[in-house]
């Protein structure tokens, strides 16, 4: 059974930092591209960064270049998602997506969110 628990979500002053995990099981970790979307409320899931399944080239959104780190730990099956500098446009459910495309199919799986407000 696939799974992807999230977990280090919080409530946050603006300038502070907190370090989102994602554990996964079920399927081999070391393959997948792995992901942190956000959803905000009463908007569309927009990515956040990416790391390749190799660990390398790294992707951020610009909203969030210099301020957060997506990193990955394969003999953990973790991606993490290290945030500072929050500031309140930062609020959202947090979620991570493990993706693997083959030449015949498309693996996409998703995890429960974990809610980040930024709030003084």
């Known amino acids: 059974q696939v799974q992807l628990v999230e977990s280090g979500g919080g409530l946050v002053q603006p300038g502070g930092s907190l370090r989102l995990s994602c554990t996964a099981s079920?399927?081999?970790?070391?393959?997948?591209?792995m992901s942190w979307y956000r959803q905000a409320p009463g908007r569309e899931r927009e990515l956040v960064a990416t790391v390749p399944s190799a660990g390398r080239s790294t992707i951020h959104a610009d909203s969030v270049k210099g301020r957060f780190t997506i990193s990955r730990d394969n003999a953990k099956n973790t991606v993490y998602l290290q945030m500072n500098s929050l500031k309140p446009e930062d609020t959202a459910v947090y979620y991570c997506?493990?993706?693997?495309?083959?030449?015949?199919?498309?693996?996409?799986?998703w995890g429960q969110g974990t809610q980040v407000t930024v709030s003084s």
């Open positions: 997506n493990g993706r693997r495309r083959t030449s015949y199919m498309d693996y996409d799986y």
């Open positions: 079920g399927f081999t970790f070391g393959s997948y591209a």
